[in-house]
Nanobody, 126 residues
Framework: VQLQASGGGLVQAGGSLRLSCAAS????????IGWFRQAAGTEREFVGVITRSGSGGSTYYGDSVKGRFIISRVNAQNAVYLQMNSLKPEDTAIYYC??????????????????WGQGTLVTVSS
């Protein structure tokens, strides 16, 4: 599966933005689709994941975004979305989507993901 993330941009603190992760080659519903982010000078951070349809399509989030970000999947569009609300300057980062076929217990780890999109930059101004 190939993934392409898009939708990044500049937004003021408190605003919202929706990122898209378009899949091609295979159905995204066959995979856990995770979102990660990497701010300048930091390691890549787990943002959240939506599990594959066969695992219930459940969502899990990192503590720093829980309650503000929502991941959803639209099978007809073969796409996964990351709705980001109440954005903060510390959310500024390059956001990546990735696909995993690994066990659920590992989906918060970037090592579990075998296919990555190219990343999209989100900048939140104060």
């Amino acid at each position: 599966v190939q993934l392409q993330a898009s939708g990044g941009g500049l937004v003021q603190a408190g605003g919202s933005l929706r990122l898209s992760c378009a899949a091609s080659g295979r159905r995204s519903s066959l995979y856990h689709i995770g979102w990660f982010r990497q701010a300048a000078g930091t390691e890549r951070e787990f943002v959240g994941v939506i599990t594959r349809s066969g695992s219930g399509g459940s969502t899990y989030y990192g503590d720093s975004v829980k309650g503000r970000f929502i991941i959803s999947r639209v099978n007809a569009q073969n796409a996964v979305y990351l709705q980001m609300n109440s954005l903060k300057p510390e959310d500024t980062a390059i956001y990546y989507c990735a696909a995993s076929s690994s066990a659920l217990s590992s989906v918060t780890s970037e090592g579990a993901y075998h296919s990555w999109g190219q990343g999209t930059l989100v900048t939140v101004s104060s």
